[in-house]
């Protein structure tokens, strides 16, 4: 079975710092991963989506790498803001449609 | 719609209370899933759909859990003589296509459900 890590649980940072959040699985033989942002009440938002093919995808201000053989991503957010306070969540897909989600790094950017 | 919905928002069940949970995915869109978030942790896989054949119900924690997607569009997860152990998130997702790998999966706001 997948299992899905992603350290830390919480980060908090004032605002205009650079966050790192790490996620690491235990199986390789992904098709894709993603990273979502979930806001208290609310679904999951999509922010990146990498396949098994490619090293990292970039959307504004967030960049994502990822590192098949040694089952690692990690989420690169650029000079934090308030409204990026969040929890992100880490999901692999390791066949045609489950997601296997990690437990979450809840991210707080203080003004 | 926009997006996908789901309702109720919260639900307030008296242990041993039947529930039914709805989901709305995007019009048009092929493929549906259910997750089980609890309090702290990530989604769990509950079950897939393929318009309305239930491809994959692994997930579903016991057989008191049941989910229909009678005409291929809307969903409902149905949870039986409620269990505290079932307070939890219920988010559904829906995606355009059959499932394959490429594509993302949309999420609705979840429906929270608390069982006293």
């Known amino acids: 079975k997948q299992e899905v890590t992603q350290i830390p649980a919480a980060l908090s940072v004032p605002e205009g710092e650079n966050l790192v959040l790490n996620c690491s699985f235990t199986?390789?033989?992904?098709?894709?991963l993603q990273w979502f942002r979930q806001d208290p009440g609310k679904g999951l938002t999509s922010l990146l989506l990498?396949?098994?093919?490619?090293r990292e995808q970039t959307s504004g201000r967030l960049n994502a790498s990822l590192d098949k053989s040694s089952g690692r991503s990690t989420l690169y957010i650029a000079a934090s803001q308030p409204g990026d306070s969040a929890t992100y969540l880490c999901?692999?897909?390791?066949?045609?449609?489950?997601?296997?989600f990690g437990a979450g790094t809840t991210v707080t950017v203080r003004a | 719609g926009a997006g996908v919905s789901q309702s109720p928002r919260y639900k307030v069940a008296k242990r041993g209370q039947d529930v039914a949970l709805r989901c709305d995915p995007i019009?048009?869109?092929?493929?549906l899933f259910w997750y089980q978030q609890a309090l702290g942790q990530g989604p769990e896989f509950l079950t897939y759909f393929q318009n309305e054949a239930q491809l994959d119900k692994s997930g579903l924690p016991s057989d008191r859990f049941f989910a229909e997607r009678p005409e291929g569009s809307v969903s409902t997860l149905k949870i039986q003589r409620t269990q505290q152990e079932d307070s939890a998130v219920y988010l559904c997702?829906?995606?355009?296509?059959?499932?394959?790998?490429?594509?993302?999966?949309?999420f609705g706001p979840g429906t929270r459900l608390l069982v006293l």
């Open positions: 990498i396949q098994s093919s490619q």
């Open positions: 019009s048009g869109h092929v493929s």
């Open positions: 997702a829906s995606s355009w296509s059959s499932g394959g790998g490429l594509e993302t999966q949309y």
């Open positions: 999901a692999v897909r390791a066949n045609d449609y489950k997601l296997s």
């Open positions: 199986d390789s033989a992904i098709y894709n």
